[in-house]
């Protein structure tokens, strides 16, 4: 078995005047939990329904679970679940049906009581066993999602493709869709999009950044979130033009990211060298007609990569 | 196992899943509700026409029956098909379906086939046996022949209009899949219909090997297809139309099947 679970090169895709994708290229462990992050319209979608063989290329090769996308399409799909973006089911079907339904297009599938039972326990996992027999039409949108991810996981997949499973959920169906996210596991690999970072530093461990049809960064969580080195938050009360103009004529400082907080201000200092800055910060906080409040290092964020990472490319 | 073999496997329990969703709508409400109507508009005009003292047009039955049977489910077919193709086009219905291992041109055959199958048995199977039961017992008996048609004649003339329905639905379908607008596609496909056989539009010999040699969309006193001749045991010389439609229906669905396997979804 291949070490990628998805592997793309070159991918390119333009629509009339616009072009989607731009020599896209991205490797995808299998086994990972990775994220697909970018602006609106930077290609995430565009590249996931190549992946699935839903639109061609113009140009680029992609290979799924060692086969290529388009010449071997249906045995790649026949190992990946797939969740669509905004996904729209025959409305007619209840719950079970469509889970059902979805099921026996998959070759292999159990059949009679086997197959009930496999339903019945994926809806139990997606917390949906008690309304089974509703129709589609009369779920709330968490609920849809939540049939969705049933759906693209009834024929035990290789790999799971979901194209902003968490869009227009609340913060508890957010949490449960994360969760849910996180149980797939195993050796499954998943592969999804989203604008929410704090989910994708809560479960994911590799991370693919995408701008204007390129990729910008990918790799393991760890290593994004390098990219911003640490960060300190300094509370400070008083005149702190001074330190401000100091601090930022520092080669190791990245960025100063000021809030204000009534009569107080709350800096967030991104710092390229955490070795030198631990040695000179405080030393310069000392000087000024200012008081500090507070001082800490903060977790590594990956929305300051995220917000880091895009304004360089957007600048090039 | 061969990949070969294998690919063809998936092809077909793909296909064949797609097909079962299809045919089980229509054995659930879908199904029941298109019997109902069906039933209802067919068997109470069919009433109007004949069953009463003073039958409003002067028709005789079984003509009415087959002339109704091309109308009514041709309308029906082409304004589902094209539903069906544009609709789950457009709502992303047919690209969460191919997301699974099912083939495109296996989707849409699969898809096509299965409604061609539900309005066959709801639009024409069961009216048509309905009616070919209660309309020889109407008093006073109207029919051309001094008894009923035989049964076996009756069902192969419903086999006809089915292959028309199929011809019909063929182009919508390849119509949708091209243009992706279902008006403008039943616009076309109902221009199509209408110029096939009424008086408004010339007979040219072409259109032997079209629908036009077997069916009349007119509504007129007389106005008698080859299937009505071919019910009243009239020898059936119209085996060109058959042939053509036949041919032309599985073209228009591999014609179809090409160009969608070229969409992007």
Redesign the interface.
Known sequence: MTDYAIEARGLSKRYRKVQALDGLSLDVAAGSICGFLGPNGAGKSTTM?IL?????PTSGHAFVLGHEVGK?G??A??R?G?L?Q?????A?LTVRGLVT??A????G?PRGRALRRRVDEMLEQVGLAAKARRRLAGLSGGERQRVGVAQALIADPDLVILDEPSAGLDPVGRRAMIDLISGIGGDTTVFYSTHILDDVERVSDSVVMLNHGKVIAQGPLASILEVTGQDYVIGLRGDTTQLRSRLADQPWVNAIVARDRGSAEQWQVQVSDPAIAARQLVPLLADGDHSVLQFHLTDRRLEDAYLQLIGASNEH | MSTEATGLRTSAIGTWGVLRGELQRWMGRRGLFHLLLWLTVVEWLLYIAVATENPPFGFLGFENLANMLVIFPVVAGMVLTAAAVCGDYHDGTTAWLLGKPVPRGGYLAASVTGLWLGLAATTILVPGLVAYWWLPRVKPYRFVTPEAPPLGRFVIALGLLIIILAFFMAATAFLSIVIRRRGTVVAIVAWLLLMLRTPIFPYADWMDYTPARLIRTDIAPGAWSHITEYIYDVPFDAMSAVVGMTVTTVAFVAVAIVVFRRLDF
């Open positions: 329904k699935m063989g839903l639109i061609r071997a249906l045995a799909r026949a990946i797939y669509p905004d996904p729209v089911f025959p007619h339904y979805a026996r297009l998959y070759p599938h």
